[in-house]
């Protein structure tokens, strides 16, 4: 299950994603729109920034702006950024890996085979979902 920091996280990029090259967005703004806390989505923000999704601009008609395309930010980095591993066990994540306490043996453990295919299978999906990909879908649906 996703955190709500991830939640508004991607809620937040979808927003300026939305609004791209369209110049700097005010935090409250997003915010506001979002239903998102403002301190809360201030270290959301930075903490994106930080990481070169986005870019900021100070002063007068400063605010946030996506500092790759829509096209290039997929919900794998994202989650992966906000919440750690996409994987539901430990033994099979890629980036997190951990040994299951309980495993005899990994090499054997049907358990860890299954959740093996649910992971690939999540990582295809949540990497085809762009931040475009969402914006589209939204308005598709809106129609």
């Avoid at 806390?37 to 870019?55: G, S, T, V, Y």
């Avoid at 794998?76 to 040994?99: F, H």
Wanted: charged content about 30%.
């Amino acid at each position: 299950m996703l955190s709500k920091k991830c939640k508004y996280a991607i809620h937040a990029l979808v927003y300026l994603a939305e609004r791209y090259q369209q110049g700097p967005v005010h935090i409250q703004d997003i915010a506001d729109a979002q239903h998102i806390p403002k301190k809360f989505l201030e270290a959301i923000l930075l903490e994106m920034r930080n990481a070169k999704i986005l870019h900021s601009k100070k002063g007068k008609g400063g605010g946030y702006y996506l500092y790759k395309k829509p096209e290039d930010v997929n919900l794998v980095e994202i989650i992966r950024l906000m919440d750690g591993a996409i994987s539901m066990l430990p033994c099979v994540s890629i980036n997190y890996y951990e040994r299951c306490e309980e495993c005899r043996d990994e090499v054997t453990c049907g358990i860890r085979d299954a959740f093996t295919g649910v992971r690939d299978e999540t990582l295809k999906v949540l990497s085809r979902s762009t931040l475009a990909h969402i914006v589209k879908r939204q308005r598709d649906l809106g129609k």
